[in-house]
């Protein structure tokens, strides 16, 4: 097993490459990073992105993703190749890790964040994946240099947009996010999906897609950019198989903040797709 872990954009991990056999490089002594980018057929990365204290003093220990893969996203479904132990913080993580973004941020940063206890102490959650043959595992501890500002942040006066799922619906922040009422729709039927963005700044970005589901999910827009003024974001989703999904909303002002690990919302919406 091997281990790896984030914070702040800096990445200490392993890297499964493709040399030939006499160069082979033992996994441990390798280096994740843009250069190991390969169209296909790569493994994916668990990473942990750090950890923040909640208003109720429990912790959130967050992770995101480097799928080093640059035209595949990889599906890998809850179980023995897509776990999380203590197994109580089990089922959160996503089951599909879409390809490299294609901004110039180079992964997916705190897709899911896991609630711990504030008597949590030096005890660790590890998330592992199993791809490609190569099974990468990555500890999340509350330890001090992966502290992580949130919802705001004082140096950069930044904030995380304030989202709903429509106007009757309750508000939320940060990267803690929020499970909107299960919705259902049948296969290759739209889905609505409305976003009301809240947020200082001139311009926020607003990103869909897939976290947990066995189909494909097409959307009619998975990238939106919403004006201050207008405040709304809307698109839809078609399935492609009927199922539990779980479909995944991020909001920030601009995605090169991904990179300061401050400040965005995480958003997420259970859909039975029945035929």
Avoid at 64 to 83: H, K, Q, R, T
Avoid at 120 to 147: A, C, H, I, M, N
Avoid at 194 to 222: C, I, L, M, N, Y
Wanted: aromatic fraction near 12%; proline fraction near 8%; hydrophobic fraction near 35%.
């Amino acid at each position: 097993m091997h281990w790896l872990r984030a914070s702040a954009g800096l990445m200490s991990a392993t890297l499964l490459a493709a040399p030939s056999a006499a160069q082979v490089i033992p996994l441990e002594q390798r280096t994740f990073n843009e250069q190991v980018l390969r169209p296909t057929g790569q493994p994916v990365v668990p990473l942990f992105d750090g950890w923040y204290e909640n208003p109720d003093g429990t912790f959130g220990i967050c992770f995101g993703y480097f799928n080093l893969n640059i035209d595949e996203a990889v599906d890998i479904p809850l179980g023995p190749d897509n776990f999380i132990e203590p197994s109580e913080f089990d089922g959160m993580q996503p089951t599909h890790f879409d390809k490299v973004p294609e901004a110039n941020y180079r992964r997916h940063f705190c897709v899911f964040s896991v609630e711990v206890p504030e008597n949590f102490g030096d005890q660790r959650v590890v998330w592992t994946l199993r791809s490609r043959g190569e099974e990468l595992s990555t500890p999340g501890k509350l330890l001090g240099p992966y502290v992580l500002d949130e919802p705001e942040t004082g140096g950069r006066g930044v904030v995380a947009p304030v989202l709903r799922f429509g106007t009757d619906q309750p508000e939320f922040k940060g990267r803690n996010g929020f499970t909107a009422e299960p919705r259902s729709v049948s296969v290759g039927s739209p889905l609505a999906l409305t976003v009301d963005v809240d947020h200082p700044a001139a311009r926020s970005w607003v990103g869909w897609t897939k976290h947990q589901g066995p189909g494909e999910v097409d959307f009619a827009q998975a990238e939106i950019r919403v004006d201050r003024e207008e405040g709304v974001a809307t698109t839809t989703a078609t399935f492609s198989e009927p199922g539990q999904y779980l479909l995944r909303v991020q909001a920030i002002y601009s995605t090169t903040s991904f990179e300061y690990h401050c400040c965005w919302t995480n958003g997420y919406i259970p859909v039975t797709v029945t035929r």
